[in-house]
RNA sequence: GCCGAAGUGGCGGAACUGGCAGACGCGUGCGACUCAAACUCGCAAGCCCGUAAGGGUGUGAGGGUUCGAUUCCCUCCUUCGGCACCA
């Protein structure tokens, strides 16, 4: 009897039963370890893309795994639903964005159930949901009371094509672009929203306590930019001060000028009559550049001379003031001491206008002359014409780890001309944005009062939705007739509601915790929840998000911790990113390319298990790869060979002999053991390989005679437990086929016995010098005596040997011999 | 320029802690089944020489350590990612 594979049928079967029994929900259950596991939502842009599949399916499949180690196990899914498509589709095909949004979260949910992952549906969230986004804004309100979030008038990136400002974080690249639509961003002067990022620089560089990748962990670090010095304080002639930041306070001595950045405040005292109009020219000109400009690297530095002159609190040294496009505003104090001896932009500098280079750190054996020498010098050497630091050695570390920055700090500290210090390349948070189709700033501007809370009764502050959008781009926020007029809260006066949203960073920063209890309206989550489920024990994602969501994230739990919201260092323990899938040109998918693979059309054709095990077995899940559609009729032969092997009689086989029986078992139990290693560490492919070839070797043992027996048995047993992970529908259905009790997904994750892993016999190599010449059978357990008589008795060896003695025999027990001539 | 990751058959990739390189799969070739094709099944295969037995060679390049290196060390090349006048 003949019983073909559709999984047509038995996946929507089995799908409508789970749901039915609520299989998947995640409860509370004190007598179990729970697991929380969570993958990156999704944004909710129309369809489920084969990059969903492969971002969610084997993060599925490793919840499941841990699901039947005897986890209590929650993995939910929301959608990150507020941003910029929806609007722009809104303006497009003139479609609110709220009804876009919707349309497709239900279609993608619909999608992600042919997937057959464990998501427990009654643990969704949706960020553009009022009763969801009402805790966006209590979150904004309590960074807000804990002077962590604050207003301020400065040069912010402004998206011309996107319309709004973004974060120093979503600006990209060397051309400074926006990372949503790719167009070079402009400064605009703006009064905008800003969360206090920096004030856990240093927490967010500690990564003490999580198992996050190195590679994520180095482009965080890299991206705070940690540099350690010192400030010092110059004075002006006139006596003001001009504080600068140095990572080399050693060299304080070789400073023969400075440099302040031509918006620099301080510019416009100290320029003398003589030069103001030249200055102002420049300052003009520097102005008028995009960032763009300024910053190219290789561009030539110019500068101009302000008249003024600084004292170097060293030596009481008087030196001229320029000022240079080449020291930004936004970085330190906006001001420097040159020392173009020893820094390659100074010299260049120096160079180019002629002023005095002096060599205060000499390299060890080399003569340097500050007037003719045709580089600086960063690297080590001996401190020279500093006084009393004369002979100190300067190494090339950092900080205090350098004895000369070391001692000069202590003495700066000591005669109060500075302080050690620590400067940070990550700026603030800039979390306004210009849009409709966002949560609302929960503050209000009154003349009066100036700015004020929203009270928390008030919340959630709505998105009106009779809105209209121009074509200049302007916010419908800002542009609805009644929406912002609102009486103040505290005076009761007239007062203007903040018509700014908030970047959708913020919603997704919280998001875990929504999952918790999506429908609790006494606050963000139900503490029971939390105590239970927190911290989420694994989280995948992809890893452009490093620098924005995954900083963001960590910001905010910190945060949160300090404001007494939520407990513990950090929120997600360990950390694993998929890499991409590309199109089969090797090229990144997109509709413009026609490159796309669309689940829907796989699943129709092959089922979502054949789908699920393509994508764990083609790539290296951490690395991604072009799509082959070639490729996946090996996953469909396999999972149809497993079908067959299970489900079908074979007539006439002979009888079973018992080696077969015993190297079936050996290979089951070898199989089980590295199946669960790769589950533990994340190498799905070498899962799915390792399967295939236990599937191999059951084929054989089935065509000899093994079915009905206790070990075919077992073997089938904990074949079908070991592919419900990846293939949930058909271990399902086989499951029931072999007449075990519903579910497969209730049971335990078969043990190992580590007596049937052991192999009898094992292949021992015989090198002669190094190289191999034969291999002899041997019985496991054999000394090393034995088998190095053993390889000396082969023929083939002694053909090799040709009567010589040889020089040495290295024996590697149970593997290999080498005879050494 | 700085920081990081990676280079293994025609392709995706495997190889635990220094011990049989190329598991598993795609593609390819040959064969079985079939009137035929598809499906399915079996066999072969890194490259070079050889009818074969066999030999040589081989994990980006060069060198080193070692009885033995895809694995450890040094130098270099290429590709990808991040940052970039960061004081």
């Not at 349309?103 to 009022?130: C, L």
């Not at 010092?232 to 006139?238: A, D, N, P, R």
């Not at 400067?423 to 189709?437: H, M, P, T, V």
């Not at 300090?562 to 890499?579: F, S, T």
Request: glycine share 6%; with cysteine.
């Amino acid at each position: 009897m003949k019983k073909e594979y559709k999984p047509g049928e038995i996946e929507p079967k089995w799908q409508k039963k789970w749901e039915e029994d609520g299989l998947y929900h995640a409860e509370i259950d004190p007598d179990r370890p729970k697991f929380y596991a969570l993958t990156m939502l999704p944004y909710p842009s129309g369809d489920m893309h084969i990059g969903h599949w492969f971002a969610m399916t084997p993060s599925d499949a490793r919840a499941r795994y841990m699901r039947m180690k005897g986890y209590n196990v929650m993995f939910p899914m929301g959608f990150d639903a507020f941003g910029l498509p929806a609007e722009n589709a809104a303006i497009k095909n003139n479609i609110h964005p709220k009804i876009w949004t919707y349309a497709n979260i239900d279609r993608m949910r619909t999608q992600m159930k042919t997937m057959g992952a464990m998501f427990d549906w009654r643990r969704e969230a949706i960020s553009a949901d009022p009763k969801y986004y009402k805790w966006t804004q209590w979150y904004f309100k309590k960074l807000f009371e804990n002077d962590l979030a604050y207003r301020k008038y400065s040069a912010v990136d402004w998206c011309p094509h996107c319309n709004t400002t973004l974060a120093r974080e979503q600006v990209w690249g060397e051309d400074k672009v926006c990372e949503r639509c790719g167009t070079p961003v402009i400064k605009k002067e703006l009064e905008q929203w800003f969360f206090k990022t920096t004030n856990y620089a240093d927490e967010l560089i500690n990564y003490e306590g999580i198992d996050w990748p190195e590679r994520v962990k180095t482009l965080q670090t890299n991206w705070i930019g940690r540099s350690e010095g010192a400030s010092v304080v110059f004075k002006t002639e006139q006596g003001a001060p001009i504080e600068v930041f140095t990572t080399r306070p050693d060299t304080l001595w070789g400073a023969t000028f400075m440099v302040l950045a031509p918006e620099h405040p301080l510019v416009d005292e100290i320029i003398t009559d003589e030069h103001r109009a030249d200055v102002e020219h420049y300052q003009h000109e520097a102005e008028g550049q995009t960032e763009i400009e300024r910053g190219a690297v290789d561009k030539e530095k110019t500068g101009i001379f302000t008249g003024g002159y600084a004292i170097n609190p060293v030596n009481e040294e008087k030196i001229p003031i320029w000022i240079a496009d080449y020291v930004m505003m936004r970085y330190g104090t906006g001001a420097i001491m040159a020392v173009p001896a020893h820094d390659e932009r100074d010299f260049a500098f120096a160079r180019k206008y002629d002023l005095e280079v002096r060599v205060v750190i000499k390299p060890e054996g080399v003569e340097m002359d500050g007037a003719t020498m045709e580089a600086a010098w960063p690297g080590e050497g001996v401190m020279v014409n500093s006084a009393q630091f004369d002979g100190t050695p300067a190494n090339n570390e950092k900080g205090r780890k350098n004895p000369a920055v070391s001692k000069v700090i202590d003495w700066l500290e000591e005669k109060s001309l500075g302080k050690e210090d620590v400067n940070y390349r990550l700026r603030d948070w800039l979390i306004s944005r210009q849009r409709y189709w966002g949560a609302p700033i929960p503050m209000i501007h009154c003349t009066e009062c100036g700015v004020v809370p929203v009270p928390d009764d008030q919340l959630p502050i709505e998105l009106p939705e009779d809105v209209e959008w121009l074509p200049t781009g302007e916010s419908p926020l800002k542009l609805h007739p009644t929406w912002k007029t609102v009486a103040c809260p505290n005076c009761d006066g007239p007062a203007e509601r903040d018509t700014d949203t908030m970047d959708t960073f913020m919603c997704s920063s919280w998001y875990p915790l929504r999952y918790l209890s999506p429908d609790y309206d006494q606050g963000p989550f139900d503490q029971e929840e939390y105590d239970y489920w927190m911290p989420i024990d694994t989280y995948t994602g992809g890893i452009e998000h490093a620098n924005m969501h995954l900083i963001y994230v960590r910001f905010f739990h910190k945060a949160s911790r300090d404001m007494g919201i939520v407990k513990g260092p950090e929120p997600m323990m360990q950390l694993r990113n998929q890499g991409m899938v590309l199109g089969e040109d090797s090229e990144k998918m997109s509709k413009s390319r026609g490159n796309v693979i669309a689940p829907d059309i796989l699943v129709d054709k092959y089922g979502a298990d054949i789908v699920r095990g393509y994508l764990m077995f083609f790539a290296r899940w951490n690395q991604g790869g072009p799509w082959d559609s070639q490729g996946i009729g090996g996953v469909a032969r396999w999972i149809r060979r497993v079908w067959t092997a299970i489900t079908e009689e074979l007539p006439g086989t002979p009888e079973v002999k018992d080696e077969v029986l015993k190297s079936l078992r050996r290979k089951l139990h070898q199989t089980l053991k590295s199946v669960t290693e790769d589950y533990e560490s994340f190498e799905f492919n070498t899962i799915v390989a390792s399967l295939m070839e236990l599937m191999n070797e059951m084929y054989k043992a089935r065509e000899a005679g093994a079915v009905g027996t206790q070990d075919w048995k077992e073997a089938v047993s904990i074949y079908i437990r070991m592919i419900a992970p990846i293939a949930p529908h058909i271990s399902e259905e086989l499951w029931e086929h072999i007449g075990e009790r519903y579910s497969v997904h209730h049971q335990a994750w078969p043990e190992v016995d580590e007596e049937a892993v052991i192999e009898e016999e094992i292949t021992l190599v015989v090198q002669v010098n190094g190289k191999l010449r034969d291999r002899i059978q041997v019985p496991a357990g054999f000394t090393d005596e034995e088998a190095k008589a053993k390889a000396m008795e082969s023929e083939v060896i002694q053909n090799f040997l040709d009567g010589k003695e040889p020089k040495k025999v290295i024996v590697v027990k149970g593997r290999l011999v080498n005879i050494v001539l």
